[in-house]
C-alpha cells in the first residue's frame, strides 16, 4: 500500500515586501517576514505531499517559503529523527515524524494574464508535488475560442426573438493541470490534479467611460438594484468558469485517468458552481421516469436504459473529500471560511470514483481528511488583524492510500 497527502491552501496574497498588489495594500519588510514564517510553519504542519495553492502573486515569495519550510523540517528531522545507528530508527513513529523536502524541482506556477502594474496585480496559481510531475504542467486562463453561453426562449414565446447569451473570452484566473507520478510497488500511478481559484462573490461593478470608479461601488450612495447586479455578473462569471473547469475533468474522465480537483470555488459543496464541477447525482431508478421523448403517460425509461444512463452520470461524477469524511467520522461540521458570522466551506478537494474503496475500477480510497482553521475568526476575534498576515483560508488535506496492483 502507498500512502499520500494532497493538499488545497489559499495563502491570501503572497507576495514579497514593499510591493503593491492592490490598491495601497502591500506588506513592509517586517509584516512579510511574519507571514513567510506563519506559511512555512503551515505548509510545515500540513507536509503533504502534494499543494494547490492560491493567491500566489510572486514566484520568489513562494519559493522563499518552501525553503523555509525544508530548513525547518530539516531541523525538526535532526532534533526528533534518530540516525540509522540507532537500533530503533526504523520504528514507524519515527517514519511519521521525519519530514521529506520539497526542494526546488516540483513545483509549476501559473501567473495570471491579466498581472499589471503595482496596484493592479492578479494573483495566479500553483502546484507543489514531492513526486514531480509526469509532463509538463497546463494552464489554461486565456480560452482559445470565446465562450457563447446561450439561453433558451421562454416556453410559449413566439417568433425568432434571441433569449440572449453570456460570453466569457478568458478565465478571472488561470486553471493549473498536472500530472502527478505517485510512486507505488507496482509502478508510478498517474493522477491527474486541477487547482483552480473560482470567481469569487465579490460584486463586479461596471465603471462607465470617463469615470474614475463605478457608481455602485459608491457606498454612501448606496444602490442596492445596482450591487445586486454586480453580485449577479459575479455569479455568471464564476459559474461559467466553473463549466470550463467541468469541461477540462471530463476530457481526463473520458482518457480513463484518475482526477482530483481541488482550490479555491468560493462557494459551498452544495453550490451551483460546485455542482457543475462534481457533475450531477444519479437519480435512484430511472425506470420511474417519465421519458424524454414520451407519448403517453406510462412511457418511462426501461430498467436497461436506467443501469445505462445511471452508468453514463456516475462515470463522469466527482466525490467530495468533505463528505466522505463527514459519513465515515462524527463531524459534522468543516469550514475554511468565516465571514460575518457565517462559517463555510468554500475551499474543496473533489476526487473521480478511482478513490471510492468499493468501486470496481478503485486504485485507493480516502483515509483522513484534515483541516486547519484554528487561525479563521469572523472578525470579531482579538487575533483578527493577523489576518491580514495569515490566510483568510483554512487549508484541507486528504490523507490518500493507493493500492499496488497494475497502473495506467
Not at 331 to 346: L, P
Not at 374 to 400: C, F, R, V, W
Request: hydrophobic share 35%; glycine share 6%; net charge negative.
Amino acid at each position: 500500500m502507498t500512502r499520500f497527502t494532497i493538499a488545497s491552501f489559499n495563502v491570501k496574497n503572497l507576495i514579497g515586501p514593499d510591493q503593491e498588489y492592490y490598491e495601497f495594500q502591500s506588506y513592509t519588510p517586517e509584516e512579510h517576514a511574519w507571514k513567510q514564517a506563519w506559511l512555512s510553519d503551515q505548509l510545515l504542519t500540513m507536509d503533504a505531499d502534494i499543494v494547490g495553492f492560491q493567491e500566489i502573486f510572486d514566484e520568489d515569495a513562494l519559493r522563499a517559503v518552501i525553503a523555509e519550510a525544508d530548513a525547518e523540517g530539516a531541523a525538526s528531522n535532526n532534533a526528533a529523527v534518530p540516525d540509522p545507528s540507532k537500533r530503533y530508527h526504523r520504528k514507524a513513529i519515527f517514519r511519521k515524524l521525519a519530514y521529506t523536502p520539497y526542494g526546488t524541482g516540483g513545483l509549476a506556477v501559473a501567473p495570471n494574464v491579466l498581472d499589471g502594474e503595482p496596484g493592479q496585480r492578479r494573483p495566479g496559481v500553483a502546484i507543489l508535488s514531492r513526486f514531480g510531475f509526469a509532463e509538463d504542467p497546463e494552464v489554461l486562463q486565456d480560452l482559445p475560442e470565446p465562450l457563447d453561453i446561450p439561453f433558451s426562449r421562454l416556453r410559449g414565446t413566439e417568433g425568432d426573438d434571441s433569449a440572449g447569451f453570456f460570453r466569457i473570452n478568458r478565465l478571472s484566473r488561470p486553471i493549473l493541470k498536472a500530472r502527478v507520478p505517485i510512486p507505488t510497488n507496482g509502478g508510478d500511478q498517474i493522477i491527474t490534479v486541477f487547482n483552480c481559484h473560482l470567481k469569487s462573490k465579490l460584486g463586479e461593478h461596471i465603471t462607465p467611460n470617463g469615470a474614475d470608479h463605478a457608481p455602485a461601488a459608491d457606498l454612501t450612495n448606496y444602490d442596492p438594484t445596482a450591487r445586486a447586479l454586480g453580485s449577479l455578473r459575479a455569479a455568471l462569471r464564476r459559474t461559467a468558469e466553473a463549466w470550463v473547469l467541468r469541461r477540462e475533468i471530463i476530457e481526463e474522465l473520458n482518457a480513463g485517468r484518475p482526477v482530483m480537483v481541488l482550490g479555491d470555488f468560493n462557494d459551498s459543496e452544495h453550490s451551483v458552481s460546485s455542482e457543475i464541477i462534481s457533475g450531477e447525482v444519479p437519480f435512484k431508478n430511472y425506470a420511474w421516469m417519465l421519458r424524454h421523448d414520451a407519448k403517453h403517460r406510462a412511457d418511462r425509461y426501461s430498467d436497461a436504459e436506467n443501469d445505462q444512463i445511471r452508468e453514463d452520470i456516475d462515470r463522469v461524477r466527482l466525490h467530495s473529500a468533505e463528505r466522505l469524511f463527514v459519513r465515515k467520522s462524527a463531524r459534522d461540521m468543516v469550514y475554511t471560511s468565516a465571514f460575518g458570522g457565517v462559517f463555510e466551506s468554500i475551499d474543496q478537494i473533489y476526487m473521480s470514483r478511482h478513490f471510492l474503496a468499493d468501486h470496481k475500477d478503485s486504485i485507493g480510497e480516502m483515509e483522513y481528511f484534515s483541516v486547519l482553521n484554528d487561525h479563521l475568526t469572523d472578525g470579531s476575534h482579538p487575533e483578527a488583524p493577523y489576518n491580514k498576515l495569515a490566510s483568510d483560508h483554512g487549508q484541507i488535506m486528504a490523507h490518500m492510500v493507493l493500492g499496488d496492483g497494475p497502473h495506467r
